[in-house]
C-alpha cells in the first residue's frame, strides 16, 4: 500500500515549536516520495488496480496537488493560468485508483474547477464556469458519466413541452452548468456534472411519465356506454381538471358496450371509481322508450327486436321476462319499448346500428343486338292441260297447280239458251269469273314469276332474293336501395290461348286467356358490400311477337338469369350469342334435276345465312349520398331536355305554328319539381281562357 502521508510526528498542524518553512519542507518531502512511489517501474503501474492511496494535505498550492495526481495516476493533465490557491484535504480511509480519481475531481469542483477530458488521453483543469462552453463528452443512459465529471445529456420528451420544463430544471442545475430546449423535436440539453445531470434526467423522465396519457379500457355491466360516457363528459367539463395541458379523453365503444378512457393515471383512477358506482344493477323493474326511426320500418324491425330480447332473456335469466315488450306505432314509424335496463341497453345498440341509411344502386343495362341475314330461292314448275305437273310444295314457291286453279276460276263463264220440248226457251247469262283462288295463291307469292306457255304446256318460273339487317340498341336502367329486389318492364300485355271449353251440347263454349307482358324486363337484387363491390342477382330479358301459328302466337325469347360481382361504375358482361347459321335446301325432279345446265329447269333451290350478335352489359353505381344522386339525376335530365331542344328546333312538319314542350332548363342539374307545377299550371289556365273565347 502506498501512502504520501507525512511520518505520524510531523503530521500534527498545531505543533507551535516547529515553524512554517519546516512544515512545508516537510511536505514538499513527502510529496516528492509519493511522487516517486507513484512513478515507480512498471511493475507498479502493472499492479495500479491493487494500489491504495491515503491523503493528508494541509495548506498545499492547488496546482503541485494537481501535478502530484497527474503522476500518481499517469495521466497528462493541463492546467489553466488562472487555477490557483491552497487546499486542504484528508482522507480517513484508503481509496482505490478509482476512488482517488474521484476524490480528485471532487476537490477540485468545491474549489470551483472543473477536470474536461480533452481527447486522446489529455486532460484539462479550468475553472467551472467555463466547462460549459467546451467541448465535453455527451453522456446517455448506457454511459452517464462519474462524479463531477462534465458532460451534456440530450434528453427528448415524450409527453411534457420543453419549453415548460426547462424552467424547472435550471432552478435543480449547478450554477457551472446549463439548460437549454430545442422546441421542434422537444429535446432538453442539460451540461453539468455528471452526477447533477444524472439527476436532472431522473427528474425530467418522471415528470414526463406522469404527464402521460395512458389508455384504459373499461368493461360495463349495466350502464350503457353511452350514457356514462355523457355523464363522465359532462363532469369532466364541470371540473375542468387538467393535468399540464393533458385532459381525460372518454370514447363509448357501443358495439362491446365498453368505455376507452386515455389521460394520466390520477384522472384514469378517478373515473374508474366514478364508473364502478354508477355501473350498478338498477333496482326499478322496467321502464319505456320510443324509438323514432329515420330509415328502416318499424313492422320490419320488430322481429329482430324481438328475436334479440329473447336471446338475451335465455342468457340473463327468467328475471327479465316480466317487462320484456315491444310495439310498433306505424303512423310515427316508431317503436315503442318497455324493458329493465339491461335489456333497454342491448335494444337501443340494435336499434342505433340498424336504423341507418342504406347505400343506393344504379345499375343500367345495355342489349346490342345486331342482325343480318340473307336469302335466295330459285325454283321452276311445269303443268299440262291433261294434267301432267312438275311442281314443289317445300314452302319456299307457291304450288303451280294452285295458280292454275285460280286462273280456272278467273275465266268468264258465256251464258247458253236452252229451249225445252214444250217450246220453252231458257238464257242463262254470263258467269263472271271468281278470283278467290288466284288472289290466295298470288299472295303467297315473293319476288318475281314468269309464266310461258305453249300448246297444252305451261312453266312458272319463280325467283326471289331477300336481305335483313337489323341493329337494336336498349338501355333500360334501374334505380333501388342495397338488397331491395326491383323490377323494370317496357312492352306490352299480349293476350295468348291457354284452353278451351265446351259443354256436352256445345252450347256454352268458353277459352282461358292469359296475357304474357313482352318487352324488355329487367330484375336486379342488389347487395353492397364492403368497399366499392355490388354483388347482383339478375335476370334480364329481352322478348318479343315472333309470328302467328294456326294455333296461337309465337314468341322471341332472349333471358339471362345469373349473379354477379362487379366493382362501382365498372361495366361487366353478364351474358352473349354469337350465332352464324347457313342453311340450304333443293327440291327436285329424280335424275331430270341432276343434268347439268337444264336440270334446273327441274329443281327448286333455296338458301339462306344468319349472322346474329346478341351481347348483355351490366354497370352497377353505388349511390351513398345526395350529392351522387342528384349528380346522376341532373345528367339524365340534360340528355331528354337536349333531345326536345334539338325536336323543338327542327320543328313539326306540316304545322309550323306548333310548340314542341321542352323540360325546363334547371342548370343546378336537379328537377325542379316547383317550375313544372307552375308551367302546368299556366298552360291549365290559358287553355280555359281559349276555350272561353
Known sequence: ???????????????????????????????????????????????????????????????????????SLNKTIIIEPGVKGKITVRSYETLSAEQYYQFFQSVLEVHGYALVDAGNGVMKVIQGKKAKMVAVRV????????????????????????????????????????????APSNVLLLTGRANNVEKLVDIAS??????????DIVQLNHASAVDMARILMALEQESGKKVKGVSLSIV??????????????????????????????QKSYGNTRVFYLKYAKAEEIKPVLEGVGQTVVDEKGAALKRNFNINVHAQTNAVVVTAQPDMMK????????LDIRRAQVLVEAIIVEVFDGEGITLATQFASRSG???QFANGNAVPIGQIGLGLANAREKKGTTVVSENGTVTKNP??????????????????????????????????????????????PSLMTLDNEQASFLVGDEVPTLTGATSSENNDNPFQTIERKDVGIKLEILPQVNEGDSVKLNITQEVSKINGTTP??????????????????????????????????????????????GIGALFRSTSSTTTKRNLMVFIRPTIVRDDNVLAEISGQKYSFIRARQVAEQESGIALMPDAEVPVLPEDMSGQINHKQLLDEARHRLNDDEVGNAG
Not at 1 to 30: D, I, V
Not at 154 to 169: A, F, G, Q, R, T
Open 430 to 475: 254470263d258467269t263472271p269469273g271468281d278470283y278467290t283462288a288466284l288472289a290466295n295463291a298470288i299472295s303467297a307469292l315473293s319476288g318475281g314469276a314468269f309464266a310461258v306457255t305453249s300448246g297444252d304446256w305451261a312453266m312458272l318460273l319463280q325467283a326471289v332474293s331477300n336481305s335483313t339487317k337489323s341493329n337494336v340498341l336498349a338501355t
Open 1 to 71: 500500500m502506498t501512502n504520501f502521508n507525512r511520518p505520524e510526528s510531523n503530521r500534527g498542524h498545531k505543533q507551535s515549536s516547529r515553524s512554517p518553512l519546516f512544515a512545508a519542507t516537510l511536505l514538499s518531502t513527502s510529496l516528492l516520495c509519493a511522487s516517486v512511489l507513484f512513478s515507480a517501474p512498471s511493475v507498479y503501474a502493472q499492479q495500479a488496480q491493487q494500489v491504495q492511496y491515503s491523503v493528508n494535505l494541509q495548506s498545499v498550492d492547488i496546482q503541485e496537488f494537481i501535478n502530484t495526481v497527474s503522476s
Open 139 to 182: 453522456a446517455d443512459g448506457q454511459t452517464p458519466g462519474e462524479g463531477s465529471e462534465v458532460v451534456t445529456w440530450v434528453m427528448p420528451l415524450k409527453n411534457v413541452p420543453v419549453h415548460e420544463m426547462s424552467p424547472i430544471l435550471r432552478q435543480l442545475n449547478d450554477t457551472d452548468g446549463s439548460v437549454v430546449h430545442f
Open 206 to 215: 418522471r415528470i414526463d411519465r406522469e404527464g402521460g396519457k395512458q389508455v
Open 252 to 281: 363509448p365503444d357501443e358495439a362491446g358496450n365498453r368505455l376507452v378512457l386515455s389521460g394520466t393515471n390520477s384522472q384514469i383512477s378517478h373515473a374508474r371509481r366514478i364508473i364502478s358506482r354508477l355501473d350498478a344493477e
Open 388 to 390: 301432267g305437273v312438275v
Open 346 to 353: 342491448v335494444l337501443d345498440q340494435v336499434i342505433r346500428q
Open 551 to 596: 294455333v296461337d302466337i309465337t314468341f322471341s325469347t332472349r333471358q339471362v338469369q345469373t349473379a354477379v360481382m362487379v366493382g362501382s361504375g365498372d361495366t361487366v358482361i353478364i351474358g352473349g350469342l354469337i350465332d352464324d347459321d347457313v342453311q340450304q335446301s333443293v327440291s327436285k325432279v329424280p335424275l331430270l334435276g341432276d343434268i347439268p
